[in-house]
């Protein structure tokens, strides 16, 4: 029937600092915007996701891009991303997307994120990032609050 | 400071059957991919966030969008929109979009659609949608059951 | 049969500073990225198109957007769009997207666009742009050789 | 100067049947859609140019997505990208998309990519793809004429 049984979304972010191993994450609904002809998600707007969580995940700890962008003068860059798309998301389907950080340096940054659709694996990805500064001329150390905050998360997903 | 004093994102939808006069609303996060080097969202990606907006008014009627395309054999389809921008929308800011049907016809509507950032109006448009056969070929009369989840929420939008 | 009969895509701009009445005019190839599940190009897709024409068509006068940006600190902001969708882009169709501009004031222009495949006309707009600094403080007047450049591409296109 | 020197975008393909080693390439133009506000193109949308270059790519060796899909029931599904990102594409940048075809299998294609402006490297990538059925259903062969026609491109590729 065409009634819903779903219920509204509530992109509620889970907690990032977390009781246990359960990894920061956030819910995300598929619009028609994210589908392609072939009836699936479009392969590139994963990209699109992973960016969110990883976003929430650092709001969720204390940080806003924008502001980090307007105050250190910095911004998050990719440097390399490993892509595996185990499922195809389809329309009006709401997936969780998590970020997990593996390793917090200086200016660089490897997070895990996985995305699932109730217990099954759709996507998963590591993502290398550095923090450079916003007039693109090289790496700069992360604040310490930032980077302590960041591996506050991960001793916590790893635990 | 960087820290945050905006609270996580909880894209709660208000409610379709409003008491009074609030039109249904979603809010929107606005993430790096929504915005362009010129510093704001960029201008075509308001009417993802409209169009979201009307997808959670349908849900919250009880009808999803999938489920029409493969039980109804139709989809909504856009026929002509005036869109006036206001103010921008910036990387990080929290903004709200609704959808008021101001018509609805047996196989046609028109929404009225705002977006705001607190009080400040950035967006609006009036947007209309044609419902036709998945295949294309041709308008088709929205079921009535539909028709009518649709009016109730028309009359309590302009009551 | 498989074998593509349409030729590759070869999008070379039509002369902005044409011979009669030609508007200017780019080709666009339509690939997954622009589809969504239902089967045609996304509604919202359609305003990059035209996005590439009017940067196209300002390159062809001599004048690039990330130049204006740099140098005079000044951005074009899209302040409405009356949109007619009245035929949809299908994948791999190739399509063409004109920009006429019909009014050039002093930090405002209105630019006609059009999307046709072949003959048949898919999309039309209407497009009111605004000339404005990049810190977002307020409109700035366009350079003499901008809007004089900009106009003799009115005359012909509407002579 | 703001006045542009280089010519018009002319995205002609490189052929597919190359003279020596040169790899299947198209130009991208870069637009104000294509970036954000870190001032750079936005991370998502090099995978968009990677697939415009399979696509153009496989139309060279005779064959359309849109025939493949309604023909033979099958799509192209991405199962996993490998990208390194070196430097960023700017606004008004026009680089060059390579697709060079490193394993053509029954039904899975591993291609490699890269993105280039003038000689510089910005982005590569590995992306394994599956063909497979329409419906999702699972992998289907390859028609015999389109490994064929792709593996053409290899050898010459890899000659």
Do not use: C
Request: proline share 6%; net charge neutral; no cysteine.
């Amino acid at each position: 029937m065409m009634v819903s049984s779903q219920t509204s979304p509530s992109p509620q972010p889970s907690p990032a600092r977390g009781e246990g191993a359960k990894p920061f994450s956030i819910p995300v609904r598929i619009y028609y915007e994210d589908t392609d002809v072939g009836g699936v998600v479009y392969y590139a707007n994963y990209l699109r996701y992973i960016e969110r969580a990883r976003t929430e995940w650092l709001r969720a700890a204390g940080f806003e891009l924008d502001v980090i962008q307007s105050e250190i003068k910095a911004v998050f860059v990719v440097r390399r991303v490993e892509a595996d798309y185990h499922s195809p998301a389809l329309l009006g389907n709401l997936i969780t997307v998590t970020a997990e950080p593996t390793e917090v340096g200086a200016s660089r940054l490897i997070i895990r994120q996985r995305i699932r659709r109730d217990d099954e694996l759709l996507f998963s990805a590591i993502v290398t990032l550095a923090f450079i500064a916003s007039d693109l001329s090289g790496p700069i150390r992360m604040p310490a609050a930032m980077r302590s905050a960041m591996k506050s998360t991960i001793s916590q997903a790893l635990a």
